[in-house]
């Protein structure tokens, strides 16, 4: 057997060993016998319960949910009558000073609610919260959420599903086993619909910076620039954006990270330019291969082996990457339903205050995701300087321009 042979071999099977511990901790614990208590948040009206973080507990045995609140009487009732006539609750804050759950899903999708409702299960003693991205709206309101779930002991979880996905472990091992070879970058992209742009970069792109930190540590600078077509963004142009994230504008963005890691990454978002079977993922970028993962898809990553840059006559095949390994069938049944669904999330989260550790994307990992989205606004203001992080200020960077 060669050399190259017998790597691989090495690299698979260690890659195989790798899937089965992460799957298998975050079951073991996940079966004990305990039911934990779930209070839902949502707003009917003002992002909703996001993406299903209502009924994820639906299916999962170890929890039972024990209440709701939403603001909105007819989505209240409507939610109530999917959760099995749970008591509902017009306030959270009674719903939390009553029923005093253990975790708390802090649903909406519009992202103006989250601090104060995740201050205020934090304060009301959760032992957990499940958070809907974006997380908040800016590093001062991270900074506030971090240190109320410091203060009461709360494990606070981001709803980046992908992230609690089994094949990430064996895709960080090949890379740094030298699948890919040298990783020379990495290159994201949002869907590039019509929210392409800013909103694309906090809706979408927020998963994106979240695997890029996985891969590639913290990041150190950005720079970035918005434009309007082709007219770089100017004060005049920030309205409020959708979906409650605060000033933004343009249609355009180009951004510019170095990692800690050492590796220079970026994103970009371009409005209407998107392919859907082709974009909102990123691509680790090596001199003798590449890996690409594609958000929400199952397989979530392919292998793609030979010098990107190198042309060929030879067809280049795109192996799928499982929690088994390369080019291995995936183990695991069900798995795209168990990442979409959040079931892997909540176990990751229920294993996480049982062990006293870190969700998987925990609070600190979603306020870092969030400076790396405001450093994007602070590099444009200063005209495409690249700034550094952890950021100085802490308010939104386009406020210097509506004083």
């Known amino acids: 057997m060669s050399h190259k042979a017998l790597n691989r071999r090495r690299f698979l099977s260690t890659s195989a060993t790798l899937g089965a511990v992460a799957l298998s901790g975050r079951f073991s614990v996940a079966s004990r016998q305990k039911r934990w208590r779930v209070g839902i948040i949502g707003h009917t009206g003002r992002g909703n319960y996001g993406h299903g973080l209502h009924t994820m507990w639906l299916r999962l045995p170890e929890t039972e949910i024990v209440g709701l609140a939403d603001a909105d009487d007819g989505g209240r ?5 999917k959760l099995g006539d749970v008591p509902a609750f017009s306030d959270y804050r009674q719903m939390l000073g009553e029923l005093k759950p253990e975790i708390v899903a802090v649903s909406p999708r519009h992202v103006d609610q989250h601090r104060d409702m995740a201050v205020a299960a934090a304060e009301a003693g959760a032992r957990g919260i499940y958070c809907e991205k974006p997380f908040c709206r800016t ?16 494990k606070l979880a981001i709803a980046h599903r992908n992230r609690y996905h089994p094949a990430l472990p064996v895709v960080k091992r090949a890379v740094e086993e030298g699948a ?48 309007d077509g082709a007219r770089p963004v100017t004060a005049e142009d920030v309205t409020q954006g959708a979906e409650g994230v605060g000033p933004l504008a343009g249609d355009r963005l180009h951004a510019r990270y170095e990692m800690s890691g050492g590796v220079t990454a970026y994103f970009d978002s371009i409005r209407e330019a998107g392919v859907r079977e082709a974009n909102f993922g990123l691509q680790l970028i090596g001199n003798k291969g590449l890996i690409d993962l594609r958000i929400d898809v199952e397989p979530l990553a392919h292998f793609v082996p030979g010098n990107p840059f190198l042309p060929t006559d030879e067809p280049r095949p795109w192996i799928p990457i499982t929690s088994a390994g390369i080019g291995k069938p995936e183990p695991i049944a069900e798995l795209n339903s168990q990442v979409a669904n959040h079931v892997l999330p909540a176990r990751d989260l229920i294993a996480s205050i049982i062990e006293d550790r870190p969700p998987l994307c925990s609070v600190n990992d979603g306020r870092a995701i969030i400076e790396m989205i ?24 386009f406020k210097a321009w509506q004083r």
């Open 180 to 227: 890919i070879g040298r990783l020379l970058e990495i290159r994201g992209r949002g869907k590039e619909d019509r929210r392409g742009g800013g909103l694309d970069l906090w809706v979408l792109g927020s998963h994106v910076l979240d695997l890029t930190r996985f891969f590639a540590g913290d990041a150190r600078s950005c720079s970035a620039q918005f434009f």
């Open 374 to 397: 405001h450093a994007t606004f602070a590099s444009h203001v200063r005209n495409d300087v690249q700034v550094e992080l952890p950021l100085e200020s802490r308010e939104h960077p």
């Open 77 to 81: 009732e409507d939610a109530r009558r």
């Open 139 to 154: 590093p001062a309101e991270a900074d506030e959420i971090v240190a109320a779930c410091e203060q009461s002991g709360t």
